[in-house]
């Protein structure tokens, strides 16, 4: 594989550092994800992801189509272990599946541990600056935008945003969320960042 | 007026280096690393413990390097420690499956498989032995073959394995050891994961065997004394010798559990010091009625550490017991301070320039002081 | 035996760096609350900066520019001396201009050139828990946070306000980030207090030896604690003039000019003072 496991994958950390620290910053994974030439039915940014942060330490499940094989071939390449959507460290929702679903079974942390609340790796069609969504919080100056764009499959459930308010309803607990489009960009929304839907 | 600028920090910083160096050669004479391993066996099996790695070359290495100095020894191999990777964890050692060298009882007037007093500091006499100055490596070769053809009589202890019942079966077959449920949860690694408060034993038992002979010496002393131990413990078992390391078969699937022994691979042995104490605590038997029963402080070292070992049972008791009714009884008090690097790395960060906090409260002091 | 060869990028294995980058990823997403990590032991000791220097080198490639400075000075010898670390395992270049670096590590202070978007200010941490003072049981502080309990903190200050008429705190005043969490700032000066407000780096916190990550995101609510009617309040600097640069407003060394025998004052920022004498 000609990624360079120290190199490379450091890279993807600090895009996805800058794109988390400042939520609506779309990071590009093309070029890392170029160089991960392995053959594997998992979308190249989401594998980038996994490589870079799971190991035997974490835990992690599958939601997608094909659970089971997709949840090997992380298993495989990462040595994180599994476990229940409510007991991981890292849910991939994959292939366009339920994500309201899997936010509400995921885990929020506690008042004490809320380092403890779950990252939702989420699949979309085409991440952009311009779309239905307005955010703003910390790592935002005044306000930026977010679209998800439509394409083969991948379409989040309209439910998403509501799910996702609900579960972050209660700052510190909450999920965070990394979304990985087809052309392996990168976005990230905290919990801390507030989101609504362009009227 | 000429500026001087404050610089040179790079050239002060290597020439203090090069004082070092001079500082341990210029009696002109070099440390052979393998003379250390070879007759400093106590200081390189302290400093592999409180490293927490079980490496007598890198020990003594480390402890070259350090000119004898167990806290800077300590902190070479737990930074060289950091840097490997951290592939598998060995199958659980029980300590008495040992090759025993020393076993004693305190508990018991004779043990079964008798009372073994090994190599020990315990019965020589201390007194300064000039006689070694002379020692020619020769000599010590002459003696050591000497020793080795003395016929043996009985039971040669360090030649078989130990299965036999150890002092704590004994209590426990007499039905006087506090009940406790076997407790088969997965250990946690601090060294991977950071403690949170209330901790869980392999925890406590990890930070204690990691912990710094002399604090962990103190605080046990202390709880001996009256601080934490309430009732008199007594040594049920100490043992040193050396046990086997297997490695569960990585090619199994990941995380299958209970491993058969059959499918583990053999990685070496390690010598340990092994203690179990007996602390007998008071237990309510109902209608106003109190009994007595025991429990077991567990401690260990690597290598030979006996006191360590030992006051580590004693902590290890108090800290089971759950109230903080004292300092030594108190997890937070008692983990968070024995740690050799970072309490020394602590107390020594007092020597770095604190001049812009001293500025800050400075001008608070200034600012306190001035009339309103 | 000690050669390059024998570590890798950066010191520690990537399991260590995982780790860490783990940690920070949450500590952003939960600004000024203090995430717990693993802490190895670094080759300098514990309370010299571990904290930092995890961070540093979880977070540094090939590309990187650092600066590191201690009191606010690039040759500090502390200073000097985790920058040979970092450059000894990863060949980084290393700058002394705050405006061209990608990484700032710093003990004891922000520096005077703001940071810019895309830098990233790495502060070392002695003393992480804010509450400490008021509550020597991290048991008990994790609780307090929790139910986001700081009556603690604003009663110790109340109480320097009946003693000394003042609040007389020196360096790490503490702060509230974010509406939400009270965090210790690292035992920087009052002065550089309101440079975590509204910054537009990210602010990274590490403290090694206590084992917490913590994180200020760019543009994000930071306060100082105080009440209303004794509004907090930085460290002098009116009146005081560098006597190199001729820089106001900025935090300085007094030190004891042996010539006039009075106080003199000088540029802390060592690196800012040179900028400034050489255009």
């Known amino acids: 594989m000609r990624l360079d496991p120290v190199h490379d994958l450091q890279k993807v950390f600090r895009k996805l550092l800058a794109a988390q620290a400042s939520p609506g910053t779309i990071a590009e994974l093309s070029r890392e994800a170029e160089l991960l030439d392995l053959e594997l039915p998992i979308n190249k940014g989401v594998l980038l992801l996994a490589l870079a942060l799971l190991d035997a330490e974490t835990s992690f ?139 | 007026m000429g500026y001087v600028a404050v610089r040179g920090g790079t050239e002060a910083i290597e020439a203090s280096i090069e004082r070092l160096k001079y500082e341990r050669l210029r009696k002109g004479r070099t440390v052979d690393a393998k003379a250390i391993e070879s007759g400093m066996r106590a200081l390189v099996d302290q400093v592999m413990s409180e490293a927490s790695l079980y490496d007598e070359a890198l020990a003594a290495l480390s402890i070259k390097q350090a000119e004898g100095s167990p806290e800077e020894a300590v902190f070479l191999m737990r930074a060289f420690r950091s840097t490997l990777p951290r592939s598998h964890y060995s199958l659980a050692v029980d300590s008495r499956h040992m090759r025993v060298e020393r076993r004693i009882s305190a508990s018991f007037k004779d043990i079964p498989g008798g009372q073994v007093l090994g190599a020990a500091c315990d019965y020589t006499h201390r007194l300064i032995d000039s006689g070694l100055l002379g020692e020619t490596d020769e000599g010590a070769a002459r003696w050591v073959a000497e020793y080795l053809e003395r016929p043996v009589e009985g039971a040669e202890a360090g030649s078989s394995i130990r299965e036999q019942e150890g002092a704590i079966d004994y209590v426990r077959s007499l039905g006087l050891l506090k009940a406790r449920p076997l407790d088969e949860a997965e250990p946690r690694d601090v060294t991977k994961r950071a403690i949170e408060f209330p901790t869980i034993r392999s925890e406590r038992l990890q930070i204690l065997a990691r912990g710094q002979t002399g604090a962990v010496t103190a605080l046990g002393y202390a709880a001996l004394r009256g601080y934490g131990a309430t009732l008199h413990p007594t040594v049920g078992e100490l043992r040193v010798g050396r046990v086997a390391v297997l490695v569960p078969n990585p090619l199994a699937s990941a995380g299958a559990p209970g491993q058969a022994e059959g499918e583990a691979y053999y990685v070496g042995q390690i010598k340990i010091t092994a203690v179990e104490t007996l602390v007998p605590v008071s237990v309510p038997r109902g209608m106003g009625k109190t009994g007595i029963e025991f429990e077991i402080g567990f401690g260990l070292s690597f290598g030979q550490n006996e006191t360590k070992a030992i006051a580590m049972s004693l902590l290890d008791q108090c800290l089971e017991s759950g109230d903080k009714g004292s300092a030594v009884r108190d997890e937070e008090f008692v983990l968070l301070h024995v740690d050799s690097v970072e309490a020394t790395g602590f107390i020594s960060h007092l020597k770095l320039p604190h001049y812009v906090t001293f500025q800050s409260k400075l001008d608070s002091v200034r600012k306190a002081r001035r009339p309103e | 035996m000690r050669s390059e060869a024998l570590y890798n990028f950066a010191f520690f294995d990537e399991g260590s760096k995982r780790e860490v980058r783990r940690a920070i990823l949450k500590a952003v997403a939960i600004p000024g609350y203090q995430v717990p990590f693993a802490s190895r032991e670094m080759p300098i000791a514990r309370g010299w900066g571990t904290g930092g220097l995890q961070l540093t080198l979880s977070l540094v490639g090939k590309d990187d520019v650092l600066k590191v400075i201690d009191q606010g000075a690039d040759e500090s010898v502390n200073a000097v001396s985790i920058k040979r670390l970092v450059k000894g395992t990863t060949g980084i270049r290393t700058t002394e201009d705050a405006r061209a670096a990608t990484i700032v590590q710093s003990r004891h202070r922000i520096p005077e050139f703001p940071l810019e978007k895309g830098q990233i200010l790495v502060l070392q941490v002695p003393m992480p828990e804010p509450l400490r003072f008021v509550e020597p049981s991290e048991y008990a502080t994790k609780r307090l946070h929790a139910e986001k309990e700081y009556s603690g903190a604003y009663l110790a200050l109340f109480e320097e306000i009946m003693k000394f008429g003042r609040v007389a705190t020196g360096a790490d005043h503490p702060v509230l980030v974010n509406d939400r969490y009270v965090m210790a700032p690292s035992p920087i000066p009052r002065f550089d207090n309101p440079k975590l407000n509204g910054s537009r780096a990210l602010i990274l916190l590490g403290a090694g030896r206590e084992k917490k990550i913590y994180a200020v995101p760019p543009f994000t609510k930071v306060v100082s604690l105080d009440f209303e009617d004794h509004p907090f309040e930085a460290e002098s600097v009116a009146g005081r003039k560098c006597r190199f640069c001729g820089a106001e407003g900025v935090f300085m060394d007094e030190l004891l000019d042996e010539a006039s025998g009075l106080a003199a004052h000088q540029c802390n920022d060592t690196s800012y003072c040179s900028a400034r004498r050489a255009t």
């Open chain 1, 61 to 199: 499940c599958v939601s997608s189509s094909d659970s089971a094989a997709l949840g090997d071939v992380i298993s495989h390449l990462t040595y994180a272990r599994r476990a229940g959507p409510g007991e991981s460290d890292f849910v991939f929702v994959l292939g366009g599946k339920d994500v309201a679903r899997s936010m509400r079974l995921a885990r929020e942390g506690t008042l004490v541990d809320p380092h403890l609340g779950s990252t939702l790796v989420i699949e979309v069609a085409r991440l952009s600056g311009e779309g239905e969504l307005i955010l703003a919080g910390p790592g935002i100056e005044t306000k930026a935008r977010l679209g998800m764009g439509a394409g083969r499959g991948a379409d989040l459930d309209p439910g998403w945003l509501e799910a996702r308010s609900a579960k972050n309803a209660e700052f510190p607990l909450g999920v965070d969320l990394l979304f990985v489009d087809e052309d392996f960009r990168l976005a990230a929304l905290p919990r801390t960042t507030l989101v609504r839907r362009d009227a």
